[in-house]
């Protein structure tokens, strides 16, 4: 996928810095745990007692490390932090009274370490540790100066949250924290997903070829991660919980599939700047933060936005790492099993030869929307937490456009949905079956027992 905002990489470093000055300022202003514990004292404050900067940095991070790690196109993005906020919610749920592990729940999770209930923890700790352990796996590949980013971060919370605690308690809590990320790492191997960022366009796959499939429609040949869609979903259900099948293919010019293919021609002679606006701010192509970033980052704004605790956070956060993930999986699943010929494709054999759309079609077939499934996915986690009528803006691409306000997640869901159809490298009825087959992969993840 090419890059849609070149200037992304120019700022990367000037951000990064930034990002990290910023952990000092913060720490310099209040301590990361409300409470700061006399040496020798219990340690086993409740993860609501400790300020959220502690997964919410390490997010950020990763809105770093997806954007400048060769390979983290939007399906990878949404497998690490998926699994880096699993193991945020393992590392902690046994600080977040009337919560529960989700051991036994996922597809192929079995039992998790267990911490020594005699002795005390430091939650803060424990959840820096565990993310500090699983991402330098994650993003094992990512540049030198960005695994000195990881560790800078690891140092700066090890420093803060450890302040009046006991040795006992901070070498207890980093080890416990290292063994959830350890236990997570190694459940991750087994989904299919492990080398998705170093093989993105694997070399022995073999194109199928049949009426209305697929074909390039740029330089590059091979599609993006063609067996993506038979990795391991989370959560059980939704292995077959799959978009609808899409309008029948068929080149009459009566088929309906025609009439969809004439619309989106029709839709773009008359593109308002509004619908333009909303189309580039979703072009979340290699380079920037992805799909799975945007929709990350979105969730992360409202959090700081709310000011909420280090047990909420893990909360949302995990919810919408599984959603995420398993919709990526569907999408992709849908995209090889139709192989669907984008409309440009179809709009040159049979319309217009010389037609191009407002934005070049991606590497991949075209059904389903991945921007609609996994703004849907988003949208069904977000309003479990927030509520339907929850209003909020996005600053995803603070420095490059302006950002967008948004009256519910519901809406958010819908123009994501509508970016595709609008760009011209999507049918609409892409948008709107990926977007209602994202709500049911969400439902399904609030199906889980998270709590006793």
Same mark, same amino acid.
């Given at each position: 996928?090419?890059n ?17 000055l ?38 950020? !991070?990763?809105m770093?490390? *997806? ?6 196109? $939007? ?5 690490? !932090?998926?699994?880096?906020? /699993? ?15 989700l ?33 330098? #796996?994650?993003?094992s ?8 980013a ?14 009046? *605690? ?11 924290g ?18 998705? $960022? /170093?093989?993105?366009? &694997? ?22 991660? &063609? ?34 293919? @004439?619309?989106?021609?029709? $839709?773009?002679?008359i593109l ?11 072009? #979340? ?5 992805? =799909?799975?970033?945007?929709?990350f ?28 993930? #398993? ?23 049979t ?13 991949? &077939?075209?059904y ?14 977000? #309003?479990?937490?927030f ?22 997640f519901?809406?958010?869901?819908r ?7 609008? $760009?011209? =490298?999507q ?5 709107? @079956? ?9 439902a ?7 709590? @006793?």
């Amino acid at each position: 996928m090419k890059n849609c905002f070149p200037p992304f990489r120019k700022v990367f470093y000037h951000s990064l810095a930034v990002f990290l000055l910023g952990l000092c300022i913060l720490s310099c202003k209040k301590n990361i745990g409300d409470v700061d514990p006399e040496p020798g004292q219990s340690a086993s404050a409740p993860a609501s007692d400790y300020d959220a900067v502690v997964a919410t940095a390490w997010i950020d !991070l990763q809105m770093h490390l *997806i954007s400048s790690t060769p390979g983290f196109e $939007s399906p990878v993005a949404a497998r690490s !932090l998926a699994y880096s906020t /699993l193991a945020l919610y393992e590392s902690i749920h046994f600080g977040m009274p009337g919560f529960k592990s989700l051991e036994n729940q996922l597809n192929g999770l079995g039992n998790m370490p267990q911490p020594d209930t005699t002795d005390s923890y430091h939650w803060g700790l424990v959840a820096s540790t565990a993310q500090y352990t699983l991402i330098r #796996d994650m993003y094992s590949t990512t540049s030198d100066v960005n695994k000195k980013a990881i560790d800078s971060v690891r140092s700066h919370f090890e420093t803060e949250l450890k302040k009046g *605690i006991s040795d006992p308690v901070v070498d207890r809590s980093i080890r416990f924290g290292a063994e959830i990320a350890t236990a997570i790492w190694n459940y991750s191997k087994t989904d299919g997903g492990q080398s998705g $960022s /170093l093989e993105n366009y &694997p070399a022995n796959y073999s194109i199928p070829t049949g009426i209305g499939y697929w074909k390039p429609t740029g330089g590059q040949v091979t599609p993006l991660l &063609p067996y993506w869609g038979k990795n391991r979903p989370f959560v059980t259900s939704n292995k077959t919980t799959n978009a609808e099948k899409p309008v029948t293919f068929s080149f009459d010019k009566n088929s309906d599939f025609f009439k969809e293919a @004439k619309y989106v021609q029709d $839709s773009a002679k008359i593109l308002t700047s509004g619908q333009k606006e909303f189309v580039d701010f979703w072009r #979340d192509g290699q380079g920037t933060i992805a =799909t799975a970033g945007h929709l990350f980052n979105i969730a992360s704004q409202i959090l700081k936005k709310e000011k909420v605790k280090l047990d909420k956070a893990a909360e949302v956060y995990v919810k919408l790492g599984l959603a995420l993930n #398993d919709a990526h999986i569907s999408a992709w699943k849908a995209k090889y099993t139709y192989y669907l010929m984008r409309p440009s494709t179809y709009i040159k054999q049979t319309l217009n030869p010389s037609w191009t759309p407002y934005m070049a079609s991606p590497p991949y &077939p075209e059904y389903a929307s991945i921007n609609a499934t996994a703004a849907g996915a988003s949208a069904g986690i977000l #309003d479990s937490v927030f509520g339907e009528t929850y209003a909020f803006e996005d600053d995803s691409h603070k420095g490059l456009q302006p950002k967008r306000n948004f009256a519910n997640f519901a809406q958010l869901a819908r123009e994501a949905s509508l970016a595709g159809f609008y $760009s011209g =490298t999507q049918y609409y009825f892409s948008g709107q @079956k990926g977007r209602e087959n994202g709500y049911k992969i969400a439902a399904n993840v609030l199906k889980l027992k998270f709590k @006793k």
